[in-house]
């Protein structure tokens, strides 16, 4: 195996642990929340956001010496600005959306509920999907905005603040992630979304991504610093 391949292989590697630790981290706190809550949507919330934004801090620091994305609209920001190649962003989003998938289940597993179950809570209207478009943009300019700006080593921490108040300040409650959109169909538990929701906050989430990747462009031209991760042969 090339050196290329071979690092292309501990990325994905990286993004499908981190993408599992982070669906755990999604639907597990969202369980454990409504046992030790259940009267309490809004501190439900609150548990479920701050959890969230926790374990995005402490992967990132983990692993963005490797990989440390987890969402495939990243990935694909990351392939238009150049920084990978097609082959690298399809190995990398589809190690993200195994991932997704492993870390629901095991998720489920944990709390002793069926290793899948589809989840019925229904995500629709204009509202909700206008949530997923603000939130997706601010998600993409604050990762790419923090490291074209020459502050790689605080991303971590700026993902995981964003992310917790966007539970709050989105009415969506901010997915932003493909990957984990998909993975939440898998437990039909606090954090899920029914199968027949998906496809609109998908979409919904790409588009947000190409307008973010066009703010990133207007508002951070040059980046000054060299970006973390190497392109892929």
């Known amino acids: 195996m090339t050196p290329a391949r071979v690092a292309l292989a501990r990325r994905a590697g990286a993004e499908l642990v981190g993408t599992a630790f982070l669906v755990m981290a999604v639907i597990g706190s969202g369980i454990a929340a409504t046992r030790l809550t259940p009267d309490d949507v809004g501190l439900q919330l609150l548990e479920n956001s701050l959890v969230t934004g926790a374990v995005l801090v402490a992967l990132i620091l983990a692993l963005q010496p490797v990989s440390a994305s987890f969402n495939p609209v990243v990935t694909l920001v990351e392939l238009a600005l150049g920084l990978l190649s097609r082959t690298g962003a399809l190995a990398l989003v589809g190690a993200q959306l195994v991932g997704g998938v492993l870390g629901a289940v095991v998720a489920n597993l944990m709390f002793d509920l069926d290793a899948v179950s589809l989840a019925s809570h229904e995500r629709t209207g204009g509202g909700l999907w206008l949530g997923e478009v603000v939130a997706t943009i601010g998600l993409v ?93």
């Open 141 to 233: 300019l604050v990762v790419f905005g923090t490291l074209r700006s020459g502050r790689g080593d605080t991303v971590a921490f700026a993902v995981g603040g964003y992310i917790t108040g966007a539970y709050w300040f989105t009415s969506s409650t901010s997915f932003a992630n493909p990957a984990v959109t998909v993975a939440r169909t898998l437990s039909d538990s606090f954090a899920g979304i029914a199968p027949t929701s998906v496809p609109m906050f998908v979409l919904m989430q790409l588009f947000g991504g190409a307008l973010a990747l066009g703010l990133v462009l207007l508002l951070f031209p040059r980046p000054t610093e060299e970006v973390l991760h190497v392109r892929d042969a």
